[in-house]
């Protein structure tokens, strides 16, 4: 499969602004982006988990994630790529999408 090439640098600020916007952070040399979701409990924190890795499936994009409780951490990156792609961005948008 052909995976999608890393986004040049001079276009990422534009292509992140969405997302800035609501909450994820670029981190690691601009490598990879990261938000913090929160819910009311671990029952809510599972149900976005559970949900968002039917996408990941689906697109063969896979998120890393940690769950504390009712907190979900989770950091995007496109690790074929060494850096963000639109895969990344796809990702984080459906995320957006299910809170
Ligand atoms: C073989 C398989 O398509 C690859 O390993 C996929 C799986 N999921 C992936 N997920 C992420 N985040 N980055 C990748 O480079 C990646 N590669």
Same mark, same amino acid.
């Given at each position: 499969?052909?995976?999608?090439?890393?986004?040049?640098?001079?276009?990422?600020?534009?292509?992140?602004?969405?997302?800035?916007?609501?909450?994820?952070?670029?981190?690691?040399?601009?490598?990879?982006? %990261?938000?913090?979701?929160?819910?009311? $409990?671990?029952? !809510?924190?599972?149900?976005?988990?559970? &949900?968002? /890795?039917?996408?990941?499936?689906?697109?063969?994009?896979?998120?890393?994630?940690?769950?504390?409780?009712?907190?979900? %951490?989770?950091?995007?990156?496109?690790? $074929?790529?060494? !850096?963000?792609?639109?895969?990344?961005? &796809?990702? /984080?948008?459906?995320?957006?999408?299910?809170?």
């Amino acid at each position: 499969m052909t995976r999608p090439a890393r986004i040049p640098d001079d276009q990422l600020d534009a292509q992140l602004n969405p997302l800035i916007a609501t909450g994820w952070t670029l981190e690691d040399s601009r490598k990879a982006i %990261t938000r913090t979701f929160r819910f009311d $409990d671990f029952v !809510g924190a599972m149900g976005f988990m559970t &949900r968002a /890795a039917l996408y990941a499936e689906k697109w063969d994009h896979h998120p890393e994630w940690s769950n504390v409780y009712s907190k979900v %951490t989770v950091r995007l990156t496109t690790h $074929d790529a060494d !850096g963000l792609t639109e895969l990344d961005l &796809r990702l /984080a948008q459906q995320m957006d999408a299910l809170v």
